[in-house]
């Protein structure tokens, strides 16, 4: 093409790429958490503006929020690693501590010297979450067994029996949600707040058991590890995936060819008006060429839009917090991030941005970055589809109608979280009073602790199904406003992988083999699981450097155990590392613990969940047309090995698309390298570094490796907001994303022009065992060999370190 028919042809999408933009702004930017919040208001009133506890007339505090306690006539909380205070609610971290890191051991033994300095008569083992950060620094919850150990001291200091205080604990168990979902925890501040009523004989004394002898008839639930309820979770969330996954799948499918489903009167209705004003033809289609200029043209728009709001929110509405302008640096990385899919965030949402830049900047690119995927997927199904063709669609029309299939259901998933306590409201932040108040860092007295509230449920909703991750607080799902029950958590983990999943039954749908769409999904399950597997036994298994301190790490009814630094009590272990392992292999990136203080295994599994090219299963669309890459080559070096034709779903793999699809594979692998190289080479890379040794390292290639695969979790302990961070990271988001995106198209464009060659006996199946084991095979030797030195400098060496039996030093 020439530079005159290129300028006409970006021309030519400029005022759809614009007028689509403003749209989908207003309906998904400002109708949409409108609307959720106005059912949420009127149906959960309580729970939309952050679930208060009220106590003799009066707010208490949050019940999803913890509180600072401090006294030893008070049951103490989770440590806190927030700023300032602990169970700062306007900061809410982790720790980010590795595992070996020399620091987390000193912290966790001062933890235990107090305890003991308090209660030196308890020779019991001290349960391993009242030493341990929690991930969000706001957990507001303690295992049975943390509350049970507390109770001689708690009694002695006030003045009451044991069996009275053991029966008041035994009150305020908090059982696993409808039987199976989390752990039996107890909220420390109504705990606490209960225990006063009890010393000023404002409530009677519990005629129930107390703890002891609850327990003594209670039948041990671990097998193998693992507590019944926890395998029953894992059941149930593969039986309830695959059984939406399939109905789903066959209704995107639906929507994609035109035929009518039950919200096709809606869905065309809309898609009809915005195409009409934007002038849009429906029917009016593109060639690769054309498909991969718009979906430039239009991120111009979806970047700079969102920068622009940045800096300008002190200016803008629904800024109750009145906060400033962000670095433009800072502007740049957030803005590319959340275009490209990958919202990752080296900033903190409580004291950065406005409930504007929020809802109408990040909120919008959450549905809008996910239906490019989408988009671009559904052109490469096309191209499989299609006979001899030239055109793969018209990424306009596809635009809408994915942003259409992404709206109902956010819709659902909202109020479902909104249900559960996640806030969705225009109102400010809230302060409450503190019941024991503290000392912040200054030596100034804290009385009170203020929360931020917003339209957090909208958001989370796409943030989730869009696999994008950008949390609206800094500490992500594992925030318990995010994410405030076992069931929420349950909720968002089904949300991550139901899209990724359906669409390999939408792929089979439309090219007219669903058998081929299963194949590619038993491929991915056959990588998903294993890792799974691996990464609960790491986490279960507890940290060794803990033992020695006289820490109870053992799964039981009373705690989850294994390795609590970095985790929530009400998920505990398992949904943590399901949680970590689906997010990492969906492109998600959203957190419900800190993968920082993740074992040297277990994030050793993230990182190589995303070193995959994380096809398995991958974000929306990108996940899937991803794993065709991958599907490409496993057929085209099948074929040379067994000297029979190449052909992959009925049409022929030649030297082309296979330059394509190597290139493709090769892009996020060099940035990856390349960009983790330069961060260790230079001052300013090194310069981010929290933990020490081979941890340290792992930061970085994990950095470049969520960035340039667009997952955006992070090993948080890496400070990421600086100037080569920010700049860095932008790039390989941008390449990243787009690169593989005008690829993708232009392997599109070759393959549609191709016609369908019939199977024959010369042909490979593609959709039998032997291939599905094949393809497997491909992807995990692929990773491996492009990483594994990566990886032996970092994780590898961390775990051989911990065998050794050694704490890694400076």
């Given at each position: 093409m020439t530079s005159d028919s290129i300028s006409a042809l970006i021309k030519r999408q400029v005022k759809p790429a614009v007028l689509i933009f403003l749209l989908l702004t207003l309906v998904v930017g400002i109708l949409y958490p409108l609307v959720v919040t106005g059912i949420a208001q009127v149906v959960f009133p309580s729970q939309a503006n952050g679930d208060l506890l009220q106590h003799d007339g009066h707010v208490a505090g949050s019940s999803q929020i913890g509180q600072p306690f401090s006294s030893p006539q008070y049951f103490w909380g989770r440590p806190s690693a927030t700023t300032l205070v602990a169970y700062n609610a306007g900061s809410s971290t982790g720790s980010n501590l590795g595992p070996n890191n020399p620091a987390l051991v000193q912290q966790v033994q001062a933890r235990v010297d107090a305890l003991h300095a308090v209660d030196p008569n308890n020779t019991n083992e001290i349960p391993v979450d009242l030493v341990t950060a929690s991930g969000s620094g706001l957990d507001p919850d303690i295992s049975v067994a943390a509350a049970e150990y507390q109770v001689s001291r708690v009694s002695r200091e006030r003045n009451l029996s044991a069996s009275d205080v053991s029966a008041l604990v035994a009150s305020q168990i908090e059982p696993r949600q409808f039987g199976i979902f989390g752990e039996p925890r107890v909220n420390v501040l109504s705990l606490n707040l209960a225990l006063d009523d009890l010393s000023t004989h404002a409530i009677p004394v519990p005629q129930q058991t107390g703890l002891s002898a609850l327990l003594q008839n209670h039948v041990p639930d671990v097998i193998f590890g693992m507590n019944v309820s926890d395998w029953a979770q894992l059941i149930l969330f593969i039986f309830i995936v695959a059984l939406i996954a399939v109905p789903l799948g066959a209704w995107i499918a639906k929507i994609f060819t035109g035929k009518p489903n039950f919200l096709s009167p809606v869905i065309d209705w809309i898609e009809q008006k915005v195409l009409t004003v934007c002038g849009v033809a429906v029917g009016e289609e593109m060639d690769w060429k054309q498909f991969a200029v718009a979906v430039m043209v239009f991120a111009i728009p979806c970047?700079?839009?969102?920068?622009?709001?940045?800096?300008?929110?002190?200016?803008?509405?629904?800024?109750?917090?009145?906060?400033?302008?962000?670095?433009?640096?800072?502007?740049?990385?957030?803005?590319?991030?959340?275009a490209t899919n990958t919202n990752w965030q080296a900033y903190?949402?409580?004291?950065?941005?406005?409930?504007?830049?929020?809802?109408?900047?990040?909120?919008?690119?959450?549905?809008?970055?996910?239906a490019v995927g989408l988009a671009v997927l559904i052109a490469l199904i096309y191209a499989f589809m299609r006979r001899s063709a030239t055109t793969i669609g018209n990424f306009w029309v596809l635009l809408v109608r994915s942003v259409m299939i992404?709206?109902?259901?956010?819709?659902?998933?909202?109020?479902?979280?909104?249900?559960?306590g996640t806030p969705q409201t225009f109102g400010g932040p809230v302060t409450v009073p503190l019941l024991d108040p503290v000392k912040d860092s200054t030596g100034a007295l804290v009385t009170s602790q203020t929360i931020p509230l917003g339209p957090v449920a909208s958001q989370i909703a796409i943030k989730m199904l869009g696999t994008n991750g950008g949390g609206y607080y800094n500490a992500n799902s594992a925030h318990p406003l995010e994410n405030p029950t076992p069931f929420s958590n349950f909720v968002e983990m089904f949300a991550m992988i139901i899209i990724p999943i359906a669409l390999c039954i939408t792929f089979g749908i439309m090219i007219g083999s669903k058998r081929k769409g299963v194949a590619l999904l038993l491929a991915m399950t056959l990588i998903f699981l294993p890792l799974l597997g691996l990464a609960i036994w790491s986490e279960q298994g507890g940290n060794p450097a803990l033992s020695p301190l006289g820490i109870d790490q053992k799964p039981s009814y009373l705690q989850s155990g294994g390795n609590m630094e970095g985790k929530e009590v009400r998920f505990g272990i398992v949904p943590s590392a399901l949680f970590a392992v689906v997010t990492t292999s969906t492109s998600c990136g959203a957190v419900d613990a800190m993968h920082d203080s993740f074992m040297p295994v277990a994030g050793g599994i993230l990182l190589f969940d995303m070193h995959l090219g994380e096809v398995v299963f991958g974000g929306v669309g990108s996940g899937l047309y991803g794993m065709l890459v991958f599907a490409i080559i496993a057929m085209f070096v099948a074929g040379l090995m067994v000297g029979r034709t190449p052909e992959l779903y009925g049409k022929k793999i030649e030297q082309h698309e296979m330059k394509m699809a190597t290139i493709i594979i090769l892009i996020p692998i060099v940035l990856i390298l390349a960009f983790t190289s330069l961060a260790v080479l230079t001052?300013?890379?090194?310069?981010?570094?929290?933990?020490?040794?081979?941890?340290?390292?792992?930061?970085?290639?994990?950095?470049?490796t969520s960035a340039a695969q667009n997952n955006g979790s992070a090993f948080a302990g890496l400070s990421a907001d600086s100037l080569f961070y920010n700049i860095t990271t932008a790039i390989a988001m941008f390449i990243g994303r787009y690169a593989i995106i005008v690829l993708t198209l232009a392997l599109a464009g070759s393959l549609v022009t191709k016609k369908i060659v019939p199977s024959g006996e010369g042909t490979l199946s593609d959709h039998r065992p032997l291939f599905i084991l094949w393809l497997v095979f491909v992807i995990?030797?692929?990773?491996?060999?492009?990483?594994?030195?990566?990886?032996?400098?970092?994780?590898?060496?961390?775990?051989?370190?911990?065998?050794?039996?050694?704490l890694v030093h400076v």
């Open positions: 970047i700079g839009v969102v920068f622009v709001i940045q800096q300008v929110q002190q200016f803008l509405p629904l800024n109750p917090a009145g906060l400033g302008a962000v670095p433009l640096d800072l502007s740049l990385n957030t803005a590319i991030s959340f903190m949402p409580e004291v950065t941005v406005s409930y504007f830049t929020q809802m109408v900047g990040l909120v919008v690119q959450n549905f809008l970055s996910a992404l709206i109902p259901i956010c819709l659902v998933i909202s109020l479902v979280l909104v249900s559960q001052t300013a890379g090194q310069a981010g570094v929290f933990n020490p040794g081979p941890h340290g390292f792992t930061e970085i290639l994990y950095a470049y995990i030797v692929i990773g491996a060999l492009s990483f594994l030195p990566a990886l032996s400098l970092g994780p590898i060496a961390e775990y051989m370190g911990m065998v050794a039996g050694g």
